[in-house]
């Protein structure tokens, strides 16, 4: 057994009975109501799931196993001259809940060369697929063709017990991730490239590799390590989070529950925004002719858009109650790297007049920009102008929460989840107190 797996079933070990001692002794303790609203209403708010990966406060954002996006930032390793943390690290972070040393990240970063490779097929299936499929639904495909490699699968068809259920998930969800960043810039590179493929370099980090394997230059790897942790997790609540924990709670693998994940993430409400950002600002700048518009100019742009119908992207969240500080991590990234790029002016302008006029517009309860406000920016300066295959960049980061939460689920011992549905005509007689 590896030394983070040792120290892994320490963790879990000393978990366990305070799951068990909760439901044995507390199990009947209410945690909030329920109201028709939020049964029609998506559920929002409603406290019916269980992460200590990361917890979103309203006003604060997200936290790590504890930690600020700031505090990850800093305090994590990072590689030799690099601005961002190895991911590799912040996987320790997640899995243990520890910051890890530099020596722990290295441990990862071998476990992920040593499970890095991908088989041959999944090129094979990537190739076999029209040329103009989406790269999410290749990168699903990927993903889901890998099924048949399984550790857990093997173990629980060998009748392995359920207290053991976290280990062969473990070898799956590191075996998975390790080959992400190959599939994810295989994608790129064969639909936009004209399938001038990069072979991975194996010295280099995840997040390193990737942005060798994208063919892009430096900074964009500090940049791709800086995406792929802020887009980890964001609790357990989010569609993308929340199908991955759900199809892993029927104990399908990891193939099936991630390759789900991203079919989820590939929804204009959810990951697909950072590109509905980008397109909507290159629509005003075409309308402005390439000028950057004044405040005044700006606003009118906002309240047609608003007037037409149409929501604007970046803008508002369903928990979060401020800006969002993965939207603040990478404005400080944009001013650091590309300040003067007319692109992020005009993401900048909007920062000074959307949160009023949501505001006055009455109907988005959080008027402050989301992650995506940035993050296609970001990709177009670096030349990746395909806003399709931004939402596969999310999906490389979200995977590494889901897979995290997955582990523990099972270390757990979380159940299938079985939630209850009413009709309308029970909910209209609850209403009328019949
Ligand atoms: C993120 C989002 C899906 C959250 O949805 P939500 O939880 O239902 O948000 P709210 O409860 O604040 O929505 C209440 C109303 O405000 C509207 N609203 C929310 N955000 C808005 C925005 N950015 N622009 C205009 N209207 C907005 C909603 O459409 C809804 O209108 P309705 O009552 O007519 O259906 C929503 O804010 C949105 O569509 N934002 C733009 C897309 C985006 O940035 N998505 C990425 C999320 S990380």
Sequence with gaps: MTKLKEKLLEKIESWRPRTTKLIK??????????TIAQTIGGMRGVKCLITDISYLDPIEGIRFRGYTIPE???KLPKPPGAETPYVEGFVYLLLTGDIPTENEANEIADEFKKRKEVPKYVFDVLNALPADSHPMAMFSSAILSMQKESEFVKSYHSGIGKMDYWNPTYEDSLNLLAKLPEIGAYIYRKKYRNNDIIPPDPNLDFGGNFAHMMGI?????????????LHSDHESGNVSAHTGHLVASALSDVYYAISAMINGLAGPLHGLANE??????????GKMGGKTPNKEEMKKFVWDTLNSGQVIPGYGHAVLRKTDPRYEAQRDFCLKHLPDDPIFEYVSILYDVVPDILAEHGKAKNPWPNVDAQSGVIQWYYGIKEYDFYTVLFGIGRAIGVLCNIIWDRALGYPIERPKSLTTDMLEKIASGK
Aim: no cysteine; aromatic share 12%.
């Design 217 to 229: 230059d430096k900074p964009y790897d500090d940049l791709s390590r800086l995406y792929f942790i």
């Design 72 to 74: 990850v930032l800093e």
């Design 276 to 285: 509905m950002v980008l397109r909507w600002i290159q629509e005003v700048m």
């Design 25 to 34: 002794e507390q199990g009947d303790t209410k945690i909030g109501d329920i």
